[in-house]
Structure formats: C-alpha cells, structure tokens
C-alpha cells in the first residue's frame, strides 16, 4: 500500500491512458470495503485504485474512529464479516488476533477499523494508493474526472463517493442556531472534547440513539461524578441485543398498494404470529432487513414521509439496538441516579459564560449544564450542507437530493443521478449518502454488498474502457 500525495498534473492533458483510474472518496469502512472489492475481483494490472481520506488513516471513519474501548459493535460478529460469502471472516479474525472466541461478541469498534485495515492490506499491492487529504472538488473533464484537494489534483475514470457521516446539523432553539461558546459541543465523536469536561460536571446530551449512549458511556465511566441528563423528543433510548436462537423471522409483505399504516400493521401482526411461537419480536425487526429497500420502493413517496413523520422512530428503535453489556451499563447509571432520560427536548437555553442554564423536558426542569453535546444524528440534507465537495458537487449539477433529503439520489447501482434526472456515467457511491434510495444504506451488512455491486460497476466501466480504441 502506498502512502502519498499525488503529483498535480496539467488539468486538461489527460492523454489515454493504458490505467483505469478509480478514486475513492472517503476511507471509512465504505470506501475501504469499496478498495477491497475492486483489488480482489479483478486482476486487471490496468486498474488504479486511490483512497482519498481527509484524515489519512484508513478504515476507521466516524464509525469506527473512536479510541473508547467500551465503544462496541452494536452488531454481532458474524454478521460483521466484510464479505458477505464468508459470513464467518470476521469471527475466525478475531479468534486468530486473541480478541474474542465468540462469535455472538460485540467487539469493540476500534477492533473493527483494525479488521478492515488486514483486509485491504490483504489484497493491496502496488495497483492501491492511499492519498491523504479532503477531496474538495470533482470536475468532469472530457468522459473523465479531475480530483481536486486544496494542494493537488489528479485524474480519475471512475469516481466512487464514500464520504459516510457528516456531523450533526447544529442544535437550533426559536429559530437560532445554538452559539458557539465553550459549554456547546456540536460534534460528538470528538472525544477529546469530552474527556477534558470537569470530572464533577452536569451534561446535556440532545438525542437519544446509539451516539447518545456512546456518549454518555464515555462520560460518566471516566468521570464517575459527572451527571449526564439524555433529552429528545419522545425520550426513548434504543432496545438491547439479547440472545437470540432464531436470527430472523421471514414472511413476505402481501403484494399491492403498500402504505406506511399497511406496513406497521404487517410488523405487529407478525409480531403477534412470532410470539405465538415463542419467538420474540427482535427476529422479525431482523427477517424485514433483507427485504427492507424493495418495501421502501414500494412505498409512494407521500407514504415514505408518513413512514417518517409516525413510524420511523419506532422502528429506529428497535432495529438499531444497543450491545447487551452496554445497555447494561446505561441501566446501572439509571439506577446510580447518574442518569436520566427525558422526554420533550429542550425549551430554553441560556448562556453563562462557562456554563448554561437549561429547561429540558415536558416537565420543564432547569439544569445548570457545564456542557450540551449535539448527538443527534448525522446531518442528511445536501441541500444545507456546508460540506466543500458536497458545495462543489451539487454546483456541478453532479448530484441532487432524495426527495426526503435523506442523503443523494441514487440508481440500484449505485450510480448518482445528476440535476439532469440521468446517470452521470462513471460516478458511484457507496454507504449512509444513499439512504433516501435504499433507506437500509447506514450498516456494513449493506455496505459491503454494495461495495462488491459498485466495484463490479467500475470493473465493467474498466473493461470496456480498455476494449474501446484508442
Ligand atoms: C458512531 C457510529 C457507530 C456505528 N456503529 C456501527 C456498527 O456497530 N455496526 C454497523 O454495521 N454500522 C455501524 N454504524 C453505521 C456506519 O455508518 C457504517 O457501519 C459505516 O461505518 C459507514 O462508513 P462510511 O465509510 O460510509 O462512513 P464514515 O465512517 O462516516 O467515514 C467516512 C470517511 O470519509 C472521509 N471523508 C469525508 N469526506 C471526505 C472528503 N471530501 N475527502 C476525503 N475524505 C473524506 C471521512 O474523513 C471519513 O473517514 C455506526 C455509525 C456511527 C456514526
């Protein structure tokens, strides 16, 4: 594996090259397992591969980038395998590295950026470069692309956008954006932030999924006299893992007009049915996954947004689910009176200088907060994004939004389609951005499978390339 910058090359004296040069945007696990598929289904001495990742450091993104080993999987090992084909790679990975035997264990995250990290390290020979740096710009230029960082530019036949997770979108109370000041943390996967907060410090966490608890875990396990207060809208902290016999409970939504209301009630009736046989709701949430983007299809858009707007945070719940040993842990600061979860968001904030004084919950209850982290959830929306490429791309008339600005729009393939409505040939993406087309588009059970189905893309697009004359 290579490690560099690239040489900046004349902008427009891209002469034909006998290389079929793919540029990944983002090494998160995406744009890693995007990598990994290309070098490992093809053997085309011609293809190029090059991961642009703004930090350097491959594998590890905003999901696995934490250095907080309570920080868990929040899914089993053996359905964390980077390739589907080989459920038990991961499993078998972790036994040979002495980190677990289990292969029902939630391993810690930071253990996964290393697993990626072998697999491409695997398959990487002198076809891979990594280039450190953030990708501000994409230019088509002539049937190709240009690369553009803020030092240096480089071509590209194929382009494959894995930049994940962007940061919350900031906290807004009336109408305003929160102001900056030193008690207002508005990303929390910077931990540093966190771990440097008094260790006798009272905490608003805003949100209450799988970052909140990450959050919070870190919080009060290094600060045991810190006090954490966890506030969103409906107050509902995601449902644990337990142990399961049967991992998934399958039974086909009836075919015909499916609406958000028809979906929940085939849910609960199937929940019914499963229970009937002794078999708890949590493999029914896991036998919907497979079919969960040809439903979504399914649905009618003014359908998708009452799935959103009625039903989405119920089934959030249940289908992102914490790791048992932490909601373990979450319990206990319940009953160590350390933590509690409320119900009805913030009502008002003030600033004091090095703190704030808080109302939180349907109940308005003031807190005086050293601290108010944003955990609530990645921003999805291109059209409010300050994000450069995502400026640079939108300008470019290289992607457009999902109706519901749940991310970009995308074809099956994982091909963008462009302002135009049409595919913009040779441009890709992989992971979260395509949630508004898939919805199912955020974990590594579907990223992987769409890291091999895009790599089969470009590895086509490669062929026929180099099959045309020159
Ligand atoms: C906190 C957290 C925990 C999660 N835990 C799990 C889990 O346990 N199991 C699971 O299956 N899924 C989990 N997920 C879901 C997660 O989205 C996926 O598993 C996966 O990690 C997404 O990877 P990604 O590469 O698409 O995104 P990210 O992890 O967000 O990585 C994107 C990368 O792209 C880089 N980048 C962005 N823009 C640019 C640019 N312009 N130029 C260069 N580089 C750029 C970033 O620096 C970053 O490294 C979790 C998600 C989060 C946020």
Known sequence: MVVTHLPTPAATAYAPAPHHRVAVIGGGASGVLTAINLLGRSTDPGLRVEIHEASGIVGRGVAYGTNDPRHLLNVRSRHMSAFPDIPSDLIEWARRTGRSE????????????????DRLSQVADHRLTICAGRVDDVVPVGGRFEIRTNDVSSPADSVVLAYGNQPPRPLVLDGDELPAAPWHLGNP?????????????????????????????????????????????????????VAQLSTAWVQPVPEGLLTADLLAEHVREQIGAAAAQDVGWRAVVDGLRAATPSLWKRLPLAERRRFLDVHAREWEVRRHRMAPEVAARIRAFEDDGRLSVLPGGIASIADR????????????????????VNCTGPATDITRSADPLLLALRERGLVTPDPLRLGIDTLDGGELVGEDGRAVPGLFAVGPPRKGTLWESTAIPEIRAQAAAVADGVIARASIGAAAPA
């Open 102 to 117: 289990d292969p029902q264990a939630f391993l810690p995250r930071l253990d996964f950026a290393t697993y990626l990290q």
């Open 353 to 372: 200088g090095l703190h704030c004084q808080v109302l939180v919950g349907d109940v308005p209850t003031p807190i005086t907060a050293q601290a108010v």
């Open 189 to 241: 996967w910077d931990l540093g932030a966190l771990r440097v907060l008094p260790a006798d410090a009272t905490i608003v966490v805003v949100g209450t999924g799988l970052t909140a608890v990450d959050t919070v875990i870190t919080l009060l396990e290094e600060g045991p006299q810190r006090r954490v207060v966890m506030v969103s809208r409906q107050g509902r902290l995601p449902k644990a893992h």
